[in-house]
């Protein structure tokens, strides 16, 4: 059972875990604008207008990159092949056509585009020759709006090689191997899985589902909408972690929209999610049920959404790193089935760790809180993934709840508690394995 003793215990063993691991965290409050561990309070960037065009001039290739805001960028080149690579911080690809942009260009060979590691996307242009970046830079528009145009001049072989290297940073982490292919990108190898496992070094990635919106506001009682509800919690968590330090924070929605289910996990996938935690508050027709409640993917959907997920035609998001597009279904069946026996124990560790956190913060929880379903948003095979109910709208004890700012306040500090806790003992566990 429970207790209410537990919360001073866990905040206890989290102060000593985290000053052993991962340092002190910074003190202060992130307040809407200000940055925290490198993220601002905004959703991630997309492509605009054009999105990526290039064109070639009497004696340069000019290149252009249209992004719906500024974001932080980067850029250097490889050699063997020669490439171009150029990384965005919470850039989403979506629309990009490689094989388009080649054609617009003698100079550039291929081009192809992704999520690099957490909080990081990159771009690979495979050119056909030595080519270097001569004049570089990013123009923000009185829209808000921003372009990053590159001009390409071809030199010599050698020039190209001495100029040529990735920085430190732009590795693929401190697992990565630091022999003769450490400068190879991971677009250039899409078969290679990069780490996704976090270690505790860097801001945990955190993506926050407020379930239901647009067309869909959810369970309604007594003029509250659930899709209201949990986007405004969802906003008030992410202060939380933020405030806190160490967490790089994404919601699926930022405002009353209608996302679809799949796109949620996709909008996950494409973040670098460490941990995927959907927000929810239903109502029941009968019964009296109250308090709050995790889930986690039952075993019996685990096969059922695998076997579903499989039978997309675009598969090329299914797990992290690994093209399935040109895979029959019994690899692609295999490959998930391998990821989801990791991460499925990490999630029901995170889902412990929850009804833990928010029972010693609030004191609410059903009788049996730890569930298990199948919720669409709970199928990602390779992110570690937990639906909370944070109450009933058909209980009125739970509506007190969740329509008191100080209740909601609780709550969010005992998930962040409960996070916190278990990305230290995932982040342990982790380092065990690699030994």
Do not use: C
Request: aromatic letters at 6%; proline letters at 5%.
């Amino acid at each position: 059972m429970i207790r209410a003793f537990l919360r001073p215990w866990l905040l206890g063993l989290l102060a000593g875990l985290a000053a052993a691991i991962q340092g002190q965290a910074e003190d202060g409050q992130a307040q809407a604008g200000q940055v925290r561990d490198g993220q601002a309070l905004s959703a991630l960037a997309y492509l605009d207008g054009a999105g990526v065009s290039a064109s070639d001039g009497w004696s340069a290739t000019e290149l252009a990159i249209e992004l719906s805001r500024p974001v932080p960028w980067r850029l250097f080149t490889l050699t063997d092949p020669n490439r171009l690579v150029i990384d965005f911080s919470e850039l989403d690809w979506s629309g990009f056509d490689g094989a388009a942009l080649a054609r617009q260009s003698d100079a550039i060979a291929g081009a192809r585009a992704g999520l690099f590691q957490p909080g990081w996307s990159r771009l690979v242009l495979d050119l056909s020759g030595p080519y270097l970046v001569t004049n570089a830079g990013m123009q923000t528009g009185a829209d808000g709006h921003a372009r990053v145009a590159l001009e390409l001049r071809e030199v010599t072989q050698e020039d190209f090689a001495a100029r040529a290297g990735a920085p430190a940073e732009a590795l693929f982490g401190p697992e990565r191997d630091q022999g003769p292919d450490a400068t190879r990108d991971q677009a250039q190898d899409p078969d290679r899985v990069p780490p996704r496992r976090q270690t505790g070094e860097g801001p945990l990635v955190v993506v926050l589902d407020p379930g239901h919106g647009g067309i869909d506001p959810g369970a309604e009682r007594e003029g509250i909408r659930e899709s209201d509800l949990m986007l405004s919690f969802a906003r008030e968590l992410k202060e939380v972690l933020l405030r806190r330090g160490g967490f790089r924070v994404v919601l699926t929605r930022e405002s009353d929209v209608f996302v679809p289910l799949e796109t949620r996990v996709t909008l996950a996938r494409r973040a670098g999610a460490d941990a995927f935690i959907s927000l929810h508050a239903d109502v029941l027709a009968a019964g009296k049920a109250r308090g709050l409640s995790v889930y986690t993917l039952s075993e019996e959907a685990s096969d059922l959404a695998s076997e579903k997920l499989a039978e997309r035609h675009d598969r090329s998001d299914l797990l992290a790193g690994v093209d399935l597009s040109r895979q029959g279904d019994g690899v692609a069946l295999i490959l998930m089935d391998m990821a989801r026996r990791e991460t499925q124990p990490r999630a029901e560790r995170l889902a412990d760790a929850l009804v833990e956190g928010l029972y010693a913060a609030t004191g609410s929880a059903r009788r049996n809180p730890r569930q298990s379903a199948g919720f669409s948003v709970l199928k990602a095979p390779d992110i570690p993934s937990v639906l909370i109910e944070l109450g009933y709208l058909s209980s009125r004890a739970d509506r007190e709840n969740l329509t008191s700012a100080a209740w909601r306040r609780r709550a969010a500090e005992g998930i962040a508690d409960a996070i916190q806790y278990w990305a230290i003992e995932d982040a342990a566990e982790a380092a065990r394995l690699r030994r």
